[in-house]
């Protein structure tokens, strides 16, 4: 975290939002209006990590062979063999995810979920580990497009980047006068892959996953959600929480990591009602409802 922070200014939780996403085999979307830093703090983040980094710039006019790869003729043994696209990568950034059409970003779906592509009826295995980092801006801004709800459940995290500190943005400008500095690689591949089958043996006690499944139907019964979370929230939530523990030294899930965690994991899988947002309602909000109104221990 401290080599990523030599390079973002902002909260700690951040990066280490990020380090779970990776931890807990998921991914992770960044959401900010544009210049707050959301591309800086992926590249730095993939810089400490030892791994292959590609990035794809989405565009309206990208097409899903842009992101996957394709077979292309070779004329001296005229033979077709595939051109991998940027998806071959350990850690592959999206950047302005949605600025392309649903069926672009649709090319993603099979890659996040399955960890594979298929390219005209053959299917090829990604690199072990592999993360897809997403940076979208606000979807009320022109030339956005809204990302399938399909897709966006893929995401594990959704971090909200907002502008910086008076503070932090003076630190910003102090530390680039002299150029951007470089982060250190602090971990390896074999590394990353060690420390995911260390999360597997991290131990959750039921009374865990009962808060997890009370925290769930919270949200599918309030009046103010057309759909609430679904069982892969939840799983994904749970998930999460066990990474976080890693993260924290610990060998045990708590009620605090499902806490801490809430709302980054479910927020951006709640969809309102139509009434909801009209009166500007903010899935987070829900969120903060349901863990000041559900207790982590059931009563009685």
Known sequence: MDEVQAVYVGPRE????????????????????PGVAKTTLVKAFAATMGCSFRRIQFTPDL???????????????????????????????GDE???APAKTQSALLEAMQE???????ETRALPSPFLVLATQNPVEQAGTYPLPEAQIDRFLIRLLIGYPEARDERGILRRFLTGAPEPR?????????????????????DEVLDYVVRLATFTREHARLFLGVSPRASLALVQAARARALVEGRGYVLPDDVKALAAPVLAHRLVLTPEAEMEGTRPE?????ALEQVPPRREG
């Open 285 to 289: 909000r829900i969120i903060r409802q």
């Open 63 to 93: 097409l899903p062979a842009d992101i996957t790869g394709t077979f292309v003729l070779s004329p001296k043994e005229g033979t077709f063999s595939l051109r991998e696209g940027p998806i071959f990568a350990n850690i592959v950034l």
């Open 97 to 99: 995810i949605n600025r």
């Open 185 to 205: 690689t602090v971990l390896q591949p074999q590394d990353i892959l060690r420390l995911q089958e260390l999360v597997r043996s991290i131990h959750v006690e």
């Open 115 to 121: 960890q594979q592509v298929t390219i005209e009826g």
């Open 14 to 33: 951040v990066p280490e939002l990020l380090l779970i996403s990776l931890l807990a085999r998921g991914h992770a979307l960044l959401e900010g209006v």
